[in-house]
């Protein structure tokens, strides 16, 4: 099973165990780790999941598909390695994952 880390604005980290296909943001969601709320349920209609992709897996998770880009547009701290968690699918190939959740989602870890 895939793991995934998500390392608060503060550095606080948080590694939950991820089954193949589930998203970052559901992950995220039914571990209850701060910062990400997933207020669309995963249906790449909000920005409340946005994540900084940790740029060591940058060429393994990909870049962001055009609804993807447009929804991020609502998010604060939009950077070159932004992705929403809903758009992440865990996979084998990303076991280990990085995501960092920005300082404005954040809320004690």
Not at 1 to 23: A, E, L
Not at 36 to 62: F, K, M, N, Q, Y
Not at 70 to 78: C, G, K, P, Y
Not at 91 to 98: K, N, Q, R, S
Request: hydrophobic share 35%.
């Amino acid at each position: 099973m895939p793991k995934v880390t998500y390392v608060s604005f503060d550095g606080q980290t948080r590694t939950v165990d991820v089954k193949d296909g589930v998203s970052v943001m559901e992950a995220a969601v039914r571990n209850d780790v701060p910062g990400i709320d997933g207020e669309c349920g995963g249906a790449c209609a909000c920005s409340t999941c946005h994540v900084h992709v940790d740029p060591a897996w940058l060429d393994r998770v990909g870049s962001a598909g055009e609804m993807e880009r447009d929804m991020l547009q609502f998010a604060s701290e939009v950077v070159a390695n932004s992705r929403l968690g809903c758009q992440i699918k865990a996979t084998p190939d990303l076991d280990g994952l990085v995501v960092h959740t920005p300082e404005r989602q954040q809320s004690a870890m």
